[in-house]
């Protein structure tokens, strides 16, 4: 198995005020699946990517990776492992604005010691003929695929994504979707990505609900939709 998780515990505050965020979550991946996080708000979701990217850490259990147990890393090792094997997409694109869509990405690939070659990435991202363009000269959708781009550039063995076409509409959407859906396809990365839209869990390998801070179900679809054939 390539990432488990065992006994995952978070909490936050101190006596009456203390809340239990993750209450033992237990979840395992082989490498190159895509798993897509469901749950109410308050359920553990963005919790859990954030301890898996070692942004957070847990109060119990253990977390590995490729074999690497990342729970005992000191703050200059849990660097070198967002460096070396996480790339993060989010809802906001957080890209540099003075720099081009290139030179964004090229950001990414400073941080890497495989980087991917970056002008095969962009004409996998479709952003050949914006390579040069600033953030403010491109669509909602262009600068998701940049910050793709940025993330994936690395060549991660997890690629974390939180709510990544939240702030998009419908039909840059299910081109972000199917951007992913490539990158898993083309670079084998595992994927794992927290949203509240019920029809992505169609297009994954491995479909888990969170509720109150636990795995209530983990189920593997058989057959996967491609993102041109969700609708929502």
Known sequence: MFLEMQN???SYGEGES???????????L????????????GSGKSTLLNILGGIDTADEGEIRIGGLSVGGLNEKELSAYRRDHLGYVFQMY??????????????????????????????TLGLSKHANKVPNQLSGGQQQRCSIGRAIVKNPDILLCDEPTGALDYNTSREILALIEKVNRVY??????????????????VVVRLRDGKVRSRKENEVRLSAEELEW
């Open 94 to 123: 957080n890209l540099i604005p003075n720099l081009t869509v290139r030179e964004n990405i090229e950001v990414g690939a400073y941080l890497s010691r495989k980087p991917l070659h970056v002008d095969e990435l962009l004409e």
């Open 8 to 10: 995952i515990r978070k």
């Open 18 to 28: 203390r809340v239990e965020v993750l209450r033992g979550v237990e979840l395992s």
């Open 188 to 205: 084998g990365n595992t994927i794992v990505m927290v949203t509240h839209n019920e029809a992505i869990g169609q297009m994954a390998d």
């Open 30 to 41: 082989e490498k190159g699946q895509f798993a897509v996080l469901f749950g109410p708000s």
